[in-house]
């Protein structure tokens, strides 16, 4: 069974920034669409980012474009999101997750992780 866990999230000022690793276990994850998901207080959880098995391509919301990168090591079986220039409205509990597919952009995730916590607070 595969396991995902996410590490790298706290508190941090606006305009900081933060890197999220996701480390997965139970199973090679290399031919696997992977994502970054959230959710905040009130909220419905939303997609962040997500890249495809090889990295050859990544997909991000609108308001994450130019801001977050997401990227993956096959090697190391782990998922990355670099996030820059974070606001207040970043803040949420990130959840990593992982496809059957190859290509996966905002569905078809089968795999969750439980959740790190960004707080973006001055």
């Known amino acids: 069974q595969v396991q995902l866990v996410e590490s790298g999230g706290g508190l941090v000022h606006p305009g900081g920034s933060l890197r999220l690793s996701c480390a997965a276990s139970g199973g090679s994850l290399s031919s696997n669409a992977m994502g970054w998901f959230r959710q905040a207080p009130g909220k419905e959880r939303e997609f962040v980012a997500s890249?495809?098995?090889?990295?050859?391509?990544?997909y991000y919301r609108d308001s994450a474009k130019g801001r977050f990168t997401i990227s993956r090591s096959n090697a190391k079986n782990t998922l990355y999101l670099q996030m820059n220039s974070l606001r207040p409205e970043d803040t949420a509990v990130y959840y990593c997750?992982?496809?059957?597919?190859?290509?996966?952009?905002?569905?078809?995730?089968?795999?969750w992780g439980q959740g790190t916590q960004v707080t973006v607070s001055s």
């Open positions: 997750a992982a496809s059957l597919a190859r290509v996966a952009i905002t569905t078809g995730y089968k795999y």
């Open positions: 890249i495809t098995w090889s990295g050859a391509n990544t």
